[in-house]
Nanobody
Framework: QVQLVESGGGLVQPGGSLRLSCAASEFVFDSYAVGWFRQAPGTEREAISC????????SYVDPVQGRFIISRDNAKKTVYLQMNSLKPEDTGVYFCAAYRIFFESCTLLRGHYDYWGRGTQVTVSS
């Protein structure tokens, strides 16, 4: 059973940066793709980015492309989301999620993900 725990959220001013972490319990962590999702109040959970297991290939949604960077350290069983140039519309609860992956690219489709963390709040406000 994969367990995921997010950390690193907080309050930041527009234009600022935060780095989120997603720590996993599964010891074969490098068999899983990991994604970050965001949910603002009253909205559906939306995909932000994903990273494949071994080659580290990534995918981003357009609103965060060039501002956010996803990375992973398989030895530490941790995935990071570096968020720069934050905007008020980036506010929400950020979740990481994982699914077992083989040879395909990682997906931003929420339904593919089997394991979810409980989320960490990010608030961008002056």
């Amino acid at each position: 059973q994969v367990q995921l725990v997010e950390s690193g959220g907080g309050l930041v001013q527009p234009g600022g940066s935060l780095r989120l972490s997603c720590a996993a319990s599964e010891f074969v962590f490098d068999s899983y793709a990991v994604g970050w999702f965001r949910q603002a109040p009253g909205t559906e959970r939306e995909a932000i980015s994903c990273i494949k297991n071994r080659d580290g290939s990534t995918s981003y949604v357009d609103p965060v492309q060039g501002r956010f960077i996803i990375s992973r350290d398989n030895a530490k069983k941790t995935v990071y989301l570096q968020m720069n140039s934050l905007k008020p519309e980036d506010t929400g609860v950020y979740f990481c999620a994982a699914y077992r992956i083989f040879f395909e690219s990682c997906t931003l489709l929420r339904g593919h993900y089997d394991y979810w963390g409980r989320g960490t709040q990010v608030t961008v406000s002056s």
